[in-house]
């Protein structure tokens, strides 16, 4: 069973949104965790929108915690992009104010991670809580693990989200408080780093992140969504309906 840990940046207004985080073995996040625990120093949990981007030893922090999630075992995997790319597609008042970019992020993410992965390979995701979110991914993972879903639907290979054996691979998700679990944190960092990336690439934050964003080979299960494949993806019926649940 293979364990992903995820996280939200820049939910609000139409920029760049990102949902990111880390996916791997028990074994991993077992090594994963003292590591981060001695890198914290004596801090509990890391929040990077807390963090004092005037100090030094912010810096220095992050550079510590950066190369600890790929020394460890974990594997990224992110979603990205821009409301306003694809805002105008959507139906109504209520659609644009449940799917502020979250959907769209995580749609893509789950797929690569289910193609990526040998199809033996099951997940558990955990989430840290968005209640804005919460119902409309619930719904959503719900259908993936039913095979009734994909009936007569071409636009994706249904097999990929069932193990041989006929069960759904996303055995399990769940959504945590903000600062509940440590295994939160790398997800908090990746997906503030990415934001931070695609919206000032030459800012102190930016700079200051490099360390998690150049770790290990620098690849990730995903895609960051541009405007011409944000707006195909929305047009096309079968995802519009899994973004709105319908």
Not at 11 to 35: I, L
Not at 139 to 164: I, K
Not at 200 to 211: A, D, E, F
Request: some cysteine; charged content about 25%.
């Amino acid at each position: 069973m293979l364990r992903a840990y995820f996280d939200e940046s820049g939910h609000e207004g139409r920029g760049f949104m990102t949902v990111a985080g880390w996916v791997g073995t028990e074994e991993s996040w077992s090594d994963f965790v003292p590591k981060w625990q001695m890198a914290l120093g004596k801090r509990r949990n890391l929040h990077m929108t807390d963090l004092r981007w005037n100090q030094h030893r912010t810096r220095r922090l992050l550079e510590r915690l950066g190369p600890i999630p790929h020394e460890s075992g974990l594997e990224s995997a992110m979603g990205g992009v821009r409301f306003g790319d694809y805002e105008d597609l959507l139906p109504d008042d209520d659609a644009r104010r449940l799917h502020a970019g979250y959907m769209a992020c995580l749609h893509p993410m789950v797929i690569q991670l289910m193609k990526g992965f040998p199809r033996t390979e099951r997940f558990e995701f955990t989430f840290e809580e968005q209640k804005q979110y919460a119902p409309v991914v619930e719904q959503a993972l719900s259908v993936l693990c039913h095979r009734e879903a994909f009936v007569g639907q071409t636009l994706l290979n249904g097999e990929m989200f069932f193990a041989p054996d006929g069960r759904p691979r996303i055995a399990k998700w769940s959504f945590v408080p903000k600062g509940s679990t440590i295994m939160i944190d790398p997800a908090d960092y990746l997906a503030f780093a990415i934001r931070e990336a695609n919206t000032s690439p030459r800012s102190k934050k930016t700079q200051w992140c490099l360390p998690m964003l150049n770790s290990g080979d620098r690849s990730a299960y995903g895609m960051l969504l541009n405007r011409q494949q944000a707006r195909r993806i929305v047009r096309r019926a079968q995802i519009l309906n899994w973004l709105t649940g319908v």
